[in-house]
């Protein structure tokens, strides 16, 4: 694996969807844009002033805004004299240079509106931001790509160019950078362009000099930047500034092995254990041959990674019997979840971590039959065959997502599942946000599945209540998940607070459970609380039942 594509063009990937020329024929389009930045070089260079390599790096780089010029012409392309129209046109309608130039730096045009200084059309109105940018080019950023510096740091660009320059060659001199390596180390982190970031710094020159990482390196602009980008990702997950250099060690050649797409995929993957996100970087790290293993695609048994992983019978059956909806088979993609799913995320991630990374490398089934279910194969034939097939796979995708296996039970539960996969997805996240353990949702799920057809608003005013009204526990919807299908306004409210106020009076002295108040149909609800008073149901009937909408509440 290798670097990847070089990232000249990351910022201006809008290009690819040019606006509409209308007046102009196909077969005429790239010539009517030459003529137009040729017209616009012209405009900046020889009327405006200003030297014509930025002139140029501006009208090449805006196509958005040049679109909108050669529309505002309003006059049908001719071959013969277009040129012509559009140097006279910009005689007597002057451009607003700032639209032209912030979207030429990399900024998408669509953004260009917010950022456009007010009142302020001309660079001589404020010359800093050119200055900034040309004194920026001179040293070797690529023009298009300064738009990052902006957007991140907008300060840099009200430096002086005498700033900017020496603030540039003190690090080509203090650490003994190149000028390639400067500007993908600025373009990554740009506040140390105004900022001193010593740590930084030091983690840098250690990778990069100390560890020789510059002889496997092609010296452009783009790899540095791709490099830089990769060491900042580390930095994001939270390794402490001025350790990285070595905690890199003798690993250096992660940063140019392996493509930022791939460090991000595997850092997704561990991260999904739940686990700190340092210890997902240090894991990378110290152990970068995970790195090469296929994460995504392998298919797993679940007994049999467990067996794999060390746990005996014993325990692999303990686990089978309190989590039965993982079993069977289910993609390494899946994997993550399907620990947090039996609660083993912890464990799993410790034995990689600890010396048994490889084990997760040479995995594999140990024959092609191995937890092959017949049951769940049958139903999805089934499934596939059906009218609703693409609807009902998507709803299996999730549940596979959060750790069910490929098992009959899986299936019991789909068929009573309602709702669209990304609604599903939705509810189930509403319930972690809520605080509930992530395995016991699952286990919720397999008890009733009922309860992930409501809204995620419903969801939380029911837990909510749960909570600081009933002063239950959530470990109580691990039991009775049943609550969460009660209608929060018309059976849970009513028949709790009616219970409350018959214990407040002292005619209930025995404790119900929340079960038992509100499982029991109307009828039976009646009979029991006429059998704590002759007068309950009458008070139940006229100060606390609310009916449904149809009715007087």
């Not at 003190?170 to 970031?197: A, M, R």
């Not at 407040?504 to 009979?527: P, Q, R, V």
Request: glycine share 4%.
């Amino acid at each position: 694996m290798g670097i990847s594509k070089p990232v000249y063009t990351i910022f201006s990937r809008h290009l690819s969807s040019q606006p509409k020329l209308p007046r102009i024929q196909f077969k005429y389009k790239q010539r009517a844009i030459k003529e137009a930045q040729q017209a616009v070089t012209d405009y900046l260079h020889f009327t405006k002033s200003i030297p014509f390599t930025y002139a140029d790096n501006i009208s090449r780089n805006s196509l958005y805004s040049l679109f909108n010029l050669i529309k505002n012409l309003g006059i049908p392309y001719k071959p013969s004299n277009f040129s012509n129209s559009i140097v006279r046109f910009l005689r007597y309608h002057p451009i607003n240079e700032f639209e032209f130039f912030f979207e030429s730096i990399g900024i998408h045009y669509s953004e260009v509106s917010e950022i456009l200084p007010a009142n302020k059309f001309f660079f001589f109105e404020d010359e800093n931001v050119l200055n900034a940018a040309c004194a920026l080019s001179d040293f070797g950023f690529p023009w298009n790509m300064l738009g990052r510096l902006y957007k991140e740091e907008v300060l840099i660009f009200s430096k002086s160019c005498e700033e900017i320059t020496s603030k540039l060659c003190g690090f080509k001199n203090d650490y003994g950078f190149s000028n390639d390596t400067v500007i993908g180390v600025c373009l990554v982190f740009p506040h140390v362009l105004l900022v001193e970031d010593d740590e930084l710094f030091d983690d840098l020159k250690r990778v990069f000099v100390d560890f020789d990482l510059v002889s496997c390196v092609e010296g452009y602009v783009d790899f540095w930047y791709e490099i830089c980008r990769k060491i900042r990702l580390f930095n994001d997950l939270g390794c402490e500034k001025g350790t990285l250099g070595e905690l890199v060690g003798e690993n250096k050649r992660i940063f140019v092995d392996y493509s930022e797409e791939v460090l991000a995929q595997k850092v997704e993957f561990f991260c999904r254990f739940g686990v700190r996100n340092v210890d997902v970087a240090l894991l990378l790290l110290k152990c970068p041959e995970i790195l090469s293993f296929d994460l995504e695609t392998r298919v797993i048994s679940v007994e049999g990674l467990f067996r794999h992983f060390g746990l005996s019978a014993k325990e692999t059956k303990s686990i089978s019997e309190k989590y039965p909806y993982i079993l069977g088979r289910n993609k390494m993609a899946n994997l993550p979840h399907v620990m947090k799913a039996a609660n083993l995320q912890n464990w799993f991630f410790d034995k990689i971590r600890n010396g048994n990374h490889q084990l997760l490398g040479n995995y594999a089934l140990s024959n092609p039959d191995e937890d092959f279910n017949q049951e769940f194969r049958d139903f999805l034939e089934r499934i596939r065959s059906s009218k609703y097939c693409f609807h009902t796979m998507k709803k299996l995708t999730f549940l596979h997502g959060i750790g069910y296996g490929e098992n009959a039970l899986t299936m019991k539960v789909l068929a009573t599942l309602h709702g669209t996969s990304s609604e599903l997805q939705e509810r189930f996240d509403c319930f972690l946000h809520c605080g509930i353990e992530f395995s016991k949702i699952c286990r919720m799920i397999r008890l009733d599945p009922k309860f992930m057809s409501m809204s995620p608003e419903s969801m939380e005013q029911k837990v909510n209540f749960l909570c600081q009204d009933m002063g239950a526990s959530l470990d109580y919807l691990d039991r009775y998940p049943r609550y969460l299908c009660f209608d929060l306004e018309y059976r849970i409210k009513p028949r709790y607070r009616f219970h409350m106020w018959l214990t407040e009076k002292g005619l209930c002295t025995k404790n119900y459970s929340i079960a038992t108040i509100l499982s029991t149909t109307e009828k039976s609800f009646m009979t029991r609380i006429h059998g704590i008073h002759p007068a309950a149901p009458k008070q139940w009937l006229e100060s606390f039942l609310c009916k449904r909408p149809s009715d007087k509440c």
